[in-house]
């Protein structure tokens, strides 16, 4: 409901740009991890952890 998303979106916050931007792009963009990897200059195993 309501307070899942709200919490979602607050958590969302608290992350560190970066890490926040690869999330986004990864799981609600569905991007592939070497198009993330090529965007933020790092690897395909970095993406995979952050």
């Not at 979602?8 to 991007?31: D, H, K, N, V, Y």
């Amino acid at each position: 409901g309501h307070a899942e998303i709200r919490r979602l979106l607050e958590a969302l916050c608290e992350l560190p740009a970066r890490r926040r931007q690869i999330l986004i792009a990864s799981r609600l963009e569905e991007t592939p991890h070497a198009e993330i990897s090529r965007r933020f200059g790092i690897s395909t195993r970095t993406v995979e952890k952050e």
